[in-house]
């Protein structure tokens, strides 16, 4: 069967793949956007589409701003592909994914990855028990099915996400315990250096003013510069205890959320061998690429948060370069008409992530909630904790690949999403260098889980069956 080519293909229905998406096709590109949710919107705006007038309400403006741009995708007639699992990309910008349990694959002449943010891990003492989840997983809960929690919640880390959340629970009619801020006097002073061009994006700081005021008055208690988070419990979550004004203290709850920031979701790049760099303002791991998005491998482009934390706006205004660089690529357009298409979007790039420096400072994660003590489980698949990965250093191992090897981390079903960021930095910390110097797992398909029998539904129909049933 022969294998369908388009002009482009989009991997990723957030804000960054609907614009990229668009604009391409209706600079008259073959499109396919490929997606795992059945609609578009990514998790930003996950089911906007179906979004009730009480959940567009309780969710607030930037939320419904999705709406927007999925209006854009169809009336661009862009073909999008949902219940899609992206679980392979190669450099040669062949994508195989999985649909309704068949295996499917698609040549492209120009790729463009947008496949987001992950969660920051929060690996704390207790942070595996059941009653502790992350607020971006909360939220999602929220937006595509209405579920909020039925007992008290406490609110623990920092980061806008953590602030935005409070607001919507608020709104939602949940009861917040309490607000356990791991910001302290010391970020503020680092922050304050990043003011001048914050407040050119005043808008994102009245919107973060708006939220805490709204907790504030709403009577929810505040904890400010908690140090040495801590869940207790035996099977399951009962109490968060903590470090602050002074003393240790503790707070009943048996649902805690905790959140300290996103970063960009990066196994699809790794895969294809692109070059990454540490980018030390936001603790993470980012692919290498040019202005327009494009990595090293020629005709691959990356985009959103992806690419590097910059949030809903800047991603959309990414994937509109982005689509420039591939259209310019295939010979849609020329550079001329590129770089005049261009203009706007970089400018109002330019403009969004004029706040980002504020941010990152601001909420940078503490080093306690990123490099846990030697009993704090690491690897929640496999089981391992950070003495496990220290001892693993000790022995000789001098990076996350050795450190697979000799403990099984990073080999469980998520693929050292949870865990990558932590083996990097626990090792770097332990061997006294750089995370850039320690490196991250080498990552290999499939990305997503698939068996034996949804591969074959790839093979050739003519292999797959006898003729005449024989």
Known sequence: MPVETVDVAVVGAGPAGLAAATLAAQQGASVVLLDEQ???????????????????????????????????????????????????????????????????????????????????????????????????????????????????????????????????YLRAGVKIRAVVDTSGSDDYRRAFGELGSALAGWRALAKGVKYLRALRRAGVPFHTGARALAIEGDTAARALTFDAQGKRQRIDASLILLHQGVVPHTQFTWSLRASHRWDKAQLCWAPQTDAWGELDAPGVFVAGDARGIGGALAAAEQGRLAALGALCGIGRIDAAQRDALAAAPQRALRETLRIRPFLDALYRPKDEHRIPADDVVVCRCEEVTAGEIRRCVQLGAPGPNQAKVFSRCGMGPCQGRQCGLTVTELMAAELKVSPAQVGYYRIRPPLKPITLGELASAAEPDLAAPPNGH
């Open 38 to 168: 059945a609609s578009p919107g990514g998790q930003i705006y996950r089911a906007i589409t179906k979004a009730t007038a009480r959940r567009i309400e309780t969710l607030g403006p930037d939320y419904a701003a999705g709406a927007g741009l999925v209006r854009a995708f169809v009336a661009s007639n862009a073909r999008h592909e949902g219940e899609a699992a992206v679980w392979q990309v190669t450099r040669e910008r062949t994508v195989h994914y999985l649909q309704n349990g068949v295996a499917k694959t698609l040549q492209a002449k120009r790729l463009i990855l947008c496949t987001g943010a992950l969660e920051r891990p929060f690996p704390v003492p207790g942070w595996t028990l059941p009653g502790v989840l992350g607020a971006g997983a909360a939220q999602i809960l929220l937006k595509s099915a209405d579920t909020v929690p039925a007992v008290p919640v406490v609110l623990a880390g920092s980061g806008p996400l953590l602030y935005l959340l409070g607001w919507q």
